[in-house]
């Protein structure tokens, strides 16, 4: 079972879970007595509450098998029902049915369900992380990525894959129940050995790319197994002209919505930050956009003024460059929002990698990290699929991290998934991820 098809079960398993919830408690509610018509009444307005609930269990990650950790399951349901419970209470009061007034029950609604959910998710991952579910793999290529998705098969062994056998080369030794082979697309250069594993396709094994399965287990490239024949492969032919025209209606469309409410908080922000810290309020920088076209990025200023007297360089975790306000300004994302400018002119879009410095990539990224250039086959975003999932990059060694999530993105590009990114970005700006 793929893990998309994972995530639909859990989906579906919280919709339905919700709803016996809700015919519980209005059993509570009538004394222990079944009523189907006082529960059929609740049905149509709950559907409504229900739907927003599940938005808000996506942007707490409680659907995204990749990232998710059990660890931290508690508190994401805990805050997430909170939130719910908050949208209901407010929702019933400024809504009114004829003979519903549940809100006094949503507290047993909201209890009744997180214990449900709770519940299911223990059996679920339990369910999923029983080894005789597993596909036995037998991984051949390079060693950093085969250990990066060992270490996340370990941290999530529901995502249905096991390991049980890896090295550099092949050496023909396949262990006992191995059902897939996956090998490094550099390897492909050695005909004798390539033809040696196409053959297997005829015992029963099934074989993938070691960047494919490295896709599916940790949702990025490694650029370590990449070579010049996967990026004429998988990023050779652009996506369709309707996919692009899509993109900008709803980058164009996002932004200006946006753009009302923000305008009122800068109406306010703006008086105080120039008693605060002074002019100027915003700065620009060039930053390379879309195939390499540099353009001017413009920013709220979170830094001194003299941050760059001594020319450009990264931010550091607790920089002192940073203004104290300023740190406020890049843990609520406010001093983005002025790119909304960039969007609606076309040099940006709502999603996409984040745009950097061309003196940056010239001295330090390009020279040091293969492939580089490959991120700007997509216009720049103000969010990414690097961002929601990979913490703010302070090195090169973070940038060929966010660089991995970047071409992932690249590949796998759609509408579909900037809604995820976006749904994600909100969680980021809410828990302060990412700065």
């Not at 051949?140 to 060992?150: A, L, M, Q, R, Y």
């Not at 076209?293 to 931010?315: C, H, S």
């Not at 960039?342 to 999603?351: A, K, P, R, T, Y």
């Not at 749904?423 to 990412?434: A, D, E, F, P, Q």
């Given at each position: 079972?793929?893990?998309?098809?994972?995530s639909?079960l859990?989906i579906?398993?919280?919709?339905?879970?919700?709803?016996?919830?809700?015919?519980?408690?209005?059993?509570?509610?009538k004394?222990?007595?079944?009523h189907?018509?006082?529960f059929a009444?609740?049905i149509a307005?709950?559907s409504?509450?229900f739907?927003?609930?599940?938005?808000?269990?996506?942007?707490?990650?409680?659907y995204?098998l990749?990232?998710?950790?059990?660890?931290?399951?508690?508190v994401?349901l805990?805050?997430?029902?909170?939130l719910?419970a908050?949208?209901?209470?407010i929702f019933?009061y400024?809504?009114?049915?004829?003979?519903?007034t549940?809100r006094?029950?949503i507290?047993?609604?909201?209890?009744l369900?997180s214990?449900?959910i709770?519940?299911y998710?223990?059996?679920?991952f339990k369910?999923?992380?029983?080894?005789?579910?597993?596909?036995?793999?037998?991984?051949?290529?390079?060693?950093?990525s085969?250990?990066?998705?060992?270490?996340n098969?370990?941290?999530r062994p529901?995502l249905g894959?096991e390991i049980v056998?890896?090295?550099?080369?092949?050496s023909?030794?396949?262990?006992?129940?191995?059902?897939?082979?996956?090998?490094?697309r550099?390897?492909?250069?050695?005909?004798?050995?390539?033809?040696?594993?196409i053959s297997?396709?005829n015992n029963?094994y099934?074989l993938?790319d070691?960047?494919?399965?490295?896709?599916?287990i940790?949702g990025k490239?490694?650029?370590?197994?990449?070579?010049?024949?996967w990026f004429?492969?998988?990023c050779?032919?652009?996506?369709?002209?309707?996919?692009?025209?899509s993109?900008?209606?709803?980058?164009r469309?996002?932004?200006?919505?946006?753009f009302?409410p923000?305008s009122l908080?800068?109406?306010?922000?703006?008086?105080?930050?120039?008693?605060?810290?002074?002019?100027p309020i915003?700065?620009s920088?060039?930053?390379t956009g879309?195939?390499?076209?540099?353009?001017r990025?413009?920013k709220?200023?979170?830094m001194?003024?003299?941050?760059?007297e001594?020319?450009a360089?990264?931010?550091?975790?607790?920089?002192?460059?940073?203004?104290p306000i300023?740190?406020?300004?890049?843990?609520?994302?406010?001093?983005?929002?002025?790119?909304?400018?960039?969007?609606l002119?076309?040099d940006?879009?709502?999603?996409?990698?984040?745009p950097?410095?061309?003196?940056?990539i010239?001295?330090?990224?390009?020279t040091t990290?293969?492939?580089?250039?490959y991120?700007?086959?997509?216009k720049?975003?103000?969010?990414?699929?690097?961002?929601?999932n990979?913490r703010?990059?302070?090195?090169e060694?973070?940038?060929m991290?966010?660089l991995?999530?970047?071409?992932?993105?690249?590949k796998?590009k759609?509408?579909?998934?900037?809604?995820?990114?976006?749904l994600?970005?909100i969680?980021?700006?809410?828990?302060?991820m990412g700065?």
């Amino acid at each position: 079972m793929t893990n998309q098809l994972k995530s639909i079960l859990l989906i579906l398993g919280d919709i339905l879970l919700l709803y016996l919830a809700l015919f519980i408690t209005t059993f509570i509610y009538k004394d222990l007595e079944y009523h189907p018509v006082f529960f059929a009444k609740h049905i149509a307005p709950f559907s409504l509450v229900f739907s927003a609930w599940i938005i808000i269990f996506f942007i707490e990650g409680m659907y995204s098998l990749r990232t998710f950790k059990q660890t931290g399951f508690i508190v994401s349901l805990i805050r997430g029902s909170i939130l719910n419970a908050t949208i209901a209470f407010i929702f019933f009061y400024l809504v009114q049915f004829d003979g519903i007034t549940p809100r006094k029950n949503i507290f047993i609604l909201v209890t009744l369900s997180s214990a449900l959910i709770f519940i299911y998710r223990k059996l679920y991952f339990k369910l999923f992380s029983y080894k005789g579910l597993k596909i036995k793999t037998y991984a051949i290529g390079d060693v950093n990525s085969i250990d990066e998705i060992k270490q996340n098969l370990q941290e999530r062994p529901y995502l249905g894959f096991e390991i049980v056998k890896s090295e550099k080369e092949y050496s023909g030794d396949i262990p006992k129940g191995t059902k897939l082979i996956a090998i490094d697309r550099k390897l492909f250069s050695d005909k004798e050995i390539i033809q040696k594993i196409i053959s297997l396709l005829n015992n029963n094994y099934d074989l993938i790319d070691l960047t494919q399965l490295s896709e599916l287990i940790t949702g990025k490239i490694p650029v370590s197994a990449l070579d010049e024949s996967w990026f004429l492969q998988n990023c050779g032919l652009q996506s369709s002209r309707g996919y692009w025209l899509s993109k900008n209606i709803l980058d164009r469309i996002t932004a200006l919505i946006i753009f009302i409410p923000v305008s009122l908080i800068y109406i306010f922000l703006i008086p105080f930050l120039l008693i605060v810290s002074g002019r100027p309020i915003f700065y620009s920088q060039i930053r390379t956009g879309i195939r390499n076209k540099p353009f001017r990025i413009y920013k709220l200023r979170t830094m001194t003024v003299d941050a760059e007297e001594n020319g450009a360089k990264w931010a550091t975790p607790k920089d002192a460059r940073v203004t104290p306000i300023g740190k406020f300004l890049r843990m609520t994302r406010l001093d983005e929002f002025p790119q909304l400018w960039n969007i609606l002119n076309g040099d940006m879009s709502l999603v996409g990698p984040r745009p950097e410095r061309p003196e940056i990539i010239a001295e330090k990224l390009e020279t040091t990290i293969p492939f580089y250039s490959y991120r700007h086959l997509v216009k720049p975003g103000v969010t990414g699929w690097a961002q929601v999932n990979f913490r703010y990059g302070y090195s090169e060694q973070d940038s060929m991290e966010k660089l991995q999530y970047d071409l992932y993105y690249i590949k796998n590009k759609s509408i579909w998934l900037d809604i995820k990114i976006i749904l994600k970005t909100i969680k980021t700006v809410i828990t302060g991820m990412g700065h």
